[in-house]
Nanobody, 116 residues
Framework: QVQLVESGGGLVQIGGSLRLSCAASESILRFAMMSWYRQAPGKQRDLVAVIYKGDITSYADSVKGRFTISRDNVKNTMYLQMNSLNPEDTAVYYC??????????WGQGTQVTVSS
């Protein structure tokens, strides 16, 4: 069973930055893809960014140019650098991984709140 632990969320003002981390309990080299999702109150969970083996990345249109997803294979950690934050970015952010055996795992989530 893969354990994923997110951290780095918090309260930030408009235009501010945060860096989220997702630490895995085993080597992330085993994961075909790693993703960040977010869910705002009363809304569905949406894909924010994904990083594939080989470090190919993809982003939701709403965060392109502001968010950067990355991974550290030595620390077994994935990151989401979030810049120019606005209130629409307020949500619980979840880490998601897909193993090479097509099994999916989720973290517990970390709250990001952008205040005016």
């Amino acid at each position: 069973q893969v354990q994923l632990v997110e951290s780095g969320g918090g309260l930030v003002q408009i235009g501010g930055s945060l860096r989220l981390s997702c630490a895995a309990s085993e080597s992330i080299l085993r994961f075909a893809m790693m993703s960040w999702y977010r869910q705002a109150p009363g809304k569905q969970r949406d894909l924010v960014a994904v990083i594939y083996k080989g470090d190919i990345t993809s982003y939701a249109d709403s965060v392109k140019g502001r968010f950067t997803i990355s991974r550290d294979n030595v620390k077994n950690t994935m990151y989401l650098q979030m810049n120019s934050l606005n209130p629409e970015d307020t949500a619980v952010y979840y880490c998601n991984v897909l193993s090479v055996f097509n099994k999916e795992y989720w973290g517990q989530g970390t709250q990001v709140t952008v205040s005016s």
